[in-house]
Structures are given as structure tokens and as C-alpha cells.
């Protein structure tokens, strides 16, 4: 079945550094890809989406490409913020419009001052 | 959140008795779905649907049941909760007809202990 595979965290950065945050998955065909965020005490929130290769996605300064040929998503950050910590999940929906929005285990960013 | 709303927030209960988690959304979203959070796993997908009446598991469904009976509601009970049932529990809903570029909403979460 399909699958999403994320980097282990927790990701520590200061303030201003470059953030990349690895997802690769396994699917049949071509499957839609998401990068979703978690703040704390909250809900999961769409931060960017891709939904066929070579797309980019991007929103607030994040960017993803859906690579097929790697089979992956890397979110990437030019300038973190302290207020970008949080946890960022890497998900997809398999073709064929099934519906079925499965995610990766989740990566913790933490960014000091 | 777009119209995603959980009920009880938060709930304490005993092994072995039925636990029912309500999601209700507003928004005429064609999808909804069911997962669980837990340290270590990330979000599991218990169950979603696809329509009123249609549903189908996830990859963490033993011990779960759900039910749509209409658009706005979808249901998970816990038949006999378990204290491996404790966690925090997500429902999301979204998409019409081409869900691949539609936008999934959560609801805020509903923390279950099981004692």
C-alpha cells in the first residue's frame, strides 16, 4: 500500500538558518502530495500542496517539488522563524481519487532565538 | 478549521465501556475521516468516508467502528475502549469531487483517556 517516509526529528535550528525537512513516499501512479503544520495545542493546517510531478508548491516562504523520479517532497525554508516551530507532517492521496489521505510520522522543528 | 467541530473536547472513561466521538462539519464537505495521534506514529487513519453511508478503513481500524448517516456527521465509536485506545483523536473533512486539488480541514483534536 502507499506509504510516506519523513526524516526523524526533532530538527533544532537558530533563527535565519535553512531548514529542509525530507519525504519520500511510495504510491502507485501519481498520488497528490501535502505538507501539512502543526502549532501546539492545535489542529493540522494545509501549508502547501503539489499534485502532479514537477509541481511546486509553496506558502509563507516554505516550498516543496514533487520529484517522481526520487519519489519525494522535501519542504524547504530559506529563513526560519522562531515562530515557524512546530510539526510538520509530509502526506499524500493515492491516484484515482480514492480519498484516502494517509500521513508520514511527523518532524519537530524547533527554532531558538 | 472550516467548519470542522469535535465533540467531547476532552473525555475521561473506563476499560471496556462504548465511547462515542462526534465530527460535524458545515461546509457540505464530501470527505471526512478519522485518525489518531500518537508520539512516535504521527497521524494514523482510522477510518474516512467518501459519502453518506460510505466508509472505509484505515490502517488502524480494529476496535473502531464509524457511521455517516448524513452529510454534516461522522461518528467513531470505540465499541470497548481499551487503555491502548488512550490518545488524541482528529477528524477532518473536505474535497468534493476532485480531491486531489481540494483543501482537507481539521477539527481542533478530542483527548480520550481510557483508565
Known amino acids: 500500500g502507499n506509504s510516506v517516509t519523513q526524516m526523524e526529528g526533532p530538527v533544532t535550528l537558530s533563527e535565519e538558518a535553512f531548514l529542509t525537512i525530507n519525504c519520500t513516499y511510495t504510491?502507485?501512479?501519481?498520488?497528490?502530495l501535502f505538507w501539512y503544520v502543526q502549532y501546539p495545542g492545535e489542529g493540522l493546517q494545509l501549508l502547501l500542496k503539489?499534485?502532479?510531478?514537477?509541481d511546486k508548491g509553496s506558502n509563507k516562504g516554505f516550498e516543496a517539488t514533487y520529484r517522481k523520479e526520487t519519489t519525494s517532497f522535501h519542504l524547504e525554508k530559506g529563513s526560519v522563524q522562531v515562530s515557524d516551530s512546530a510539526v510538520y507532517f509530509c502526506?499524500?492521496?493515492?491516484?484515482?481519487?480514492?480519498?484516502?489521505?494517509?500521513f508520514g510520522q511527523g518532524t519537530t522543528l524547533q527554532v531558538k532565538p | 478549521d472550516a467548519g470542522i467541530t469535535q465533540s467531547p473536547r476532552h473525555k475521561v472513561t473506563e476499560t471496556g465501556t462504548p465511547v462515542t466521538l462526534r465530527c460535524h462539519q458545515t461546509?457540505?464537505?464530501?470527505?471526512m475521516y478519522w485518525y489518531r495521534q500518537d508520539p512516535g506514529h504521527g497521524l494514523r487513519l482510522i477510518h474516512y468516508?467518501?459519502?453518506?453511508?460510505?466508509?472505509d478503513k484505515g490502517e488502524v481500524s480494529d476496535g473502531y467502528s464509524v457511521s455517516r448517516s448524513k452529510t454534516e456527521d461522522f461518528l467513531l465509536t470505540l465499541e470497548s475502549a481499551t487503555s491502548s485506545q488512550t490518545s488524541v483523536y482528529f477528524c477532518?473533512?473536505?474535497?468534493?469531487?476532485?480531491?486531489?486539488?481540494?483543501?482537507?480541514?481539521f477539527g481542533e483534536g478530542s483527548w480520550l483517556t481510557v483508565v
Open positions: 503539489a499534485t502532479k510531478a514537477d
Open positions: 504510491a502507485t501512479g501519481y498520488p497528490s
Open positions: 461546509e457540505n464537505h464530501r470527505y
Open positions: 477532518a473533512g473536505g474535497g468534493g469531487m476532485a480531491l486531489a486539488t481540494d483543501t482537507i480541514y
Open positions: 502526506a499524500l492521496i493515492g491516484s484515482g481519487n480514492t480519498g484516502k489521505l494517509i
Open positions: 468516508s467518501y459519502g453518506v453511508k460510505d466508509t
